[in-house]
């Protein structure tokens, strides 16, 4: 990577809140994890917890949020709101009715480990400026055909909070990301406001939003970004950003990674928690 390249996109980055890469990854690379996702929903037995994702409704069912709470160290599978009827039994079929798959598929699968500790990975976040990274949440989303959801306005730092040196998000389009399939939407310059609302975990299986700031966000400055397949956008954790519901024929899946710094504070009310047994671990 040229010094020059590299001071632009850190430049970019710290101006924005968010940076593009075109190419960052190939074809080919592309369609390994899209294969493996494939076989990953193919292999998952339903049983009786079809957990819905959604960021609009706050479900506050014990045993949801249990299933979501304890996905931090697991490989667990979340469904989109329109694929169940009201009685949990799918609409359509299994591989067209997943949400995302979250959220230690970087720790636990050999595939997306493999990707997710890339050389090329590791010196970008280090050239942007994370001290000793650690590899704290993954998610493959699958923003279905026709009923992908909406993803409401919010800064990623809201659910994964550190006391200082927010948390980065590195985005992968493993799809073309356009309009018309739910691309991501952002607030450019928005990560230099403070963070809005955060969301704690109370007790064994409750979560809690704690707001801030009820001021509603000036989604009139939101800017498309409609990406290519095999583009990255990384997001800094205080950036608003969201993306539409995808009415489409056609999916867009990513891949996501959020990464923390070490040295950061990083609360025991923060709804992610390892068991010791399974520490965060950096690209090594």
Known sequence: MEEKNIHQQKQQYEQNGFL?????????????????????????????????FSTKNKDKNQLKNQYFLESGHQVRFFFEEGALDE??????????????????LHDLDPVFNLFSRTNKIAALVHHLGVIHPLLLQSMYICKQPHIGGEVSCHQDAAYLYTVENPVMGLWFALEDATLENGCLWAIPGGHKNPLKNRLRKKGQNELHHEIYDETPWPLEKMIPLEVSRGSLIVLHGL???????NNSTSSRHAYSLHIISSEADYPSD????????MPLKGFS
């Open 20 to 52: 593009v890469i075109k190419d960052f990854i190939s074809s080919d690379v592309c369609d390994l994890l899209i294969q493996r996702a494939n076989e990953l929903i193919n292999n998952f037995e339903l049983g009786d917890k079809k957990t819905i």
């Open 87 to 104: 009685h949990g039994h799918l609409l359509c079929e299994k591989s067209k009715s997943i949400n995302k798959i979250g959220h230690a």
């Open 239 to 245: 950036l608003p950003h969201m993306s539409k519901e």
């Open 270 to 277: 923060n709804w992610l928690q390892r068991p010791t047994h």
